[in-house]
């Protein structure tokens, strides 16, 4: 993949506004077309979805990375061989196991914009809250989390009112019944994004019943992403308090 030198909406011979993209592995085309002008597009590095991606794929796409450290690529539901091939490519990359990410460069950004608050209604929910953390904190905001705060006791979540309050977005994790994002709106300004994961019983259907329920939340402010979505709830709060 290399850098065209105009795009589709500019007139021919005009130079590109993007930066030039270095060679690429040849075998990486195919099976893969990275978007490296992403960031001077929209903002936002292209991140790199790992599951089902086999460890060579995923080492491919490593090593052309490498070519761009001006642009920070999160590798996202990363196992442990995808994490070993990445590593293998990048050694310096920073790896969350607990998240299942890993972000190339390593260091974080200086963070910008507004505030980030993440909380996880229980233990079992802070792998998507690290995931929705660790993505607000490479896409430059400074981010805070807040575990084991769910509805069973809601002293718990009352007792951060402060932090909650001092935030200008708020991702929420939560499994099971999935009411913790409705309580939270009730008691903030800032918007709520609110991430069902697949965290209960039987009739949880892996994070399908606190979909629903966040869904039809009674507060309003309260927008939803997708089970398990911790990348996709980090992702908008750095949006939603982006630099203005």
């Known amino acids: 993949m290399t850098d065209r030198p105009t795009t589709p909406d500019l007139p021919a011979g005009a130079p590109s ?16 077309d990275l978007d490296l002008r992403r960031t001077a597009r929209r ?3 292209e991140a790199v979805y790992c599951s089902g991606k086999t460890p060579a794929q995923v ?4 090593a052309a990375v490498g070519q761009r450290p001006d642009v920070i690529t999160l590798f996202t539901r990363a196992g442990a061989e995808h994490a070993d091939a990445v590593r293998a490519a990048l050694p310096d990359a920073h790896h969350d196991p607990d998240a299942a990410l890993l972000a190339w460069p390593p260091a974080l ?9 993440v909380v996880a209604a229980g233990t079992s929910d802070l792998p998507v809250a690290r995931e929705a953390l660790l993505t607000a904190r490479y896409l430059g905001r400074e981010a805070d989390l807040i575990v084991d705060v769910g509805v069973a006791g809601l002293h718990r979540i009352l007792g951060h009112l402060p932090a909650l309050r001092a935030a200008q977005a708020i991702v929420v994790a939560a499994g099971m019944d999935g009411a913790l994002p409705s ?4 008691l903030v300004t800032a918007p709520v ?3 069902p994961t697949s965290v209960g019983y039987g009739a949880a259907f892996n ?9 039809n939340a009674c507060a309003p402010g309260v927008a939803v992403v997708n089970i398990d979505n911790g990348y996709g709830a980090g992702h908008l709060a750095a949006q939603i308090t982006a630099p203005r």
Do not use: H
């Open 17 to 32: 506004p993007y930066p030039r993209i270095p060679e690429v592995p040849a075998d990486l085309a195919a099976f893969a």
């Open 43 to 45: 903002g936002y590095p």
């Open 59 to 62: 080492a491919a796409i490593a």
């Open 109 to 117: 950004p200086p963070p910008a914009g507004g505030t980030v608050l």
């Open 183 to 186: 309580v939270v709106a009730g």
């Open 193 to 195: 994004i609110a991430v």
């Open 207 to 215: 994070g399908l019943a606190p979909l629903l329920a966040m869904l």
